[in-house]
């Protein structure tokens, strides 16, 4: 018992080291994206479907890699994916311009995907019960973590050698998350063979609809949170703000995303999925929308990075939990096919956004507007769940 528990826990870290990586290689483009748009003469709008490039994939092979993963197995899809990241983000390294950088991040993309639609899923084979959320928080936190050591390194990085090694240091991690992973993994004891291994079936109908929304809350708020994080270096650039204090300002959102992910997860057990769900979006709306009109970046970044980033594992709970646990690594993969898109889209309406209005800070009320919709449709998916019986129990 106490060797399965030590090894659910190192698969856990494993999975958090990737997230880190994750987000991490998502984060390097737009704190590279001053030195970027002088370089390569870029615009937002182009600078955002950089950004976007890394997402892109996930729209056409989200799905199938589910359904590859219940066929060939968590390890191999899972596996295959953290490798395929490190690959990428080398060739965004020895890329000569924007067009390679973006071929690169679309082949760490595809490799995200992997990882992305079985780690909820293999989080639940090892962590059931009242356990779930406190590691499913876990993992969900590495990403804004993986974003603020970005935001620190990057920049420093490049000025000492130069901006391919902002992209190295991200293969880096994903190469250590790779053989942490492949090492450790196992199917969980208590798996059965009919779920750690089976054909390529589809969750019913009800299953496929309550995990359509849930993505969509999940993009709802990745995409804001994202296109605030893409777009506040470049905002405060234009403000004349210098790199220290917007590092300052990055380190709040982003730091302070892993304190409130995990607080929000405690939060959830004691108050109910909706209080913390309604609570962290408001916030994160309010919050957004103030950095595009008040000059305040340090109260935004802080409002951001604690009380408005406490729900991120309620909703990931949500989608995972929309499913029975022998559809979800196809469930899964339904859920993030919805993410990805907005993901590829988000960023580079946000750009457009900024471009129209001459700022960026018309990329924050972009975002603002996505981070809102967060609330009309979780209300929905309680409502479908109501009639539903997929384990949602009180979420």
């Not at 991690?173 to 492949?182: G, H, R």
Request: hydrophobic content about 55%; charged content about 10%; proline content about 5%.
């Amino acid at each position: 018992m106490r060797g399965r528990a030590i090894r659910g826990w190192v698969i856990l870290g494993a999975i958090a080291l990737a997230r880190i990586g994750f987000g991490y290689q998502f984060q390097t483009v737009a704190s590279l994206g001053p030195e970027l748009i002088r370089r390569f003469g870029l615009d937002y709008a182009a600078l955002g479907e950089l950004i976007g490039a890394y997402m892109v994939a996930g729209v056409f092979i989200a799905l199938p890699l589910g359904l590859l993963g219940r066929r060939f197995g968590d390890r191999t899809v899972l596996g295959g994916g953290l490798a395929l990241m490190a690959l990428g983000a080398v060739v965004s390294a020895a890329a000569a311009g924007a067009e390679g950088i973006a071929a690169g991040r679309v082949l760490a993309g595809v490799g995200a995907v992997g990882m992305t639609v079985l780690q909820s899923k293999v989080i639940a084979d090892w962590f059931p019960g009242r356990r779930f959320m406190l590691a499913i928080s876990i993992s969900v936190g590495g990403y804004p973590l993986g974003i603020g050591l970005a935001q620190i390194t990057t920049p420093v990085l490049s000025q000492i050698w130069g901006w391919p090694a902002a992209f190295l240091a991200g293969a880096a991690i994903m190469a250590a998350a790779t053989a942490l992973f492949v090492g450790s993994f196992r199917p969980a004891p208590d798996e059965p063979d009919s779920v750690a291994r089976g054909g390529f079936r589809m969750p019913g109908r009800a299953e496929c609809l309550l995990l359509v929304v849930a993505g969509l809350i999940w993009t709802a708020y990745t995409s804001a949170y994202t296109g605030y994080l893409s777009y506040t270096p470049s905002l405060m650039a234009v403000r004349g703000e210098g790199l220290v204090l917007t590092g300052v300002v990055m380190a709040f959102a982003t730091w302070g995303n892993v304190i409130g992910t995990l607080s929000g997860g405690a939060l959830a057990g004691r108050w109910g999925a909706w209080p913390v769900f309604a609570t962290g979006t408001a916030v994160m709306t309010v919050a957004i929308a103030g950095m595009g009109v008040l000059d305040w970046p340090v109260v935004w970044g802080a409002l951001i990075g604690l009380p408005g980033s406490i729900q991120p594992g309620v909703i990931v709970a949500v989608g995972t939990l929309s499913a029975r646990p022998e559809n979800r690594a196809a469930g899964m993969g339904l859920f993030y096919t919805t993410y990805y898109l907005g993901g590829a889209v988000v960023p580079a309406l946000c750009g457009r956004a900024a471009d129209a209005m001459g700022t960026p800070a018309g990329a924050m009320y972009a975002a603002a507007f996505v981070s809102v919709l967060a609330l009309p449709i979780y209300l929905l998916h309680r409502r479908m769940a109501a009639s539903a019986s997929v384990g949602l129990g009180a979420l």
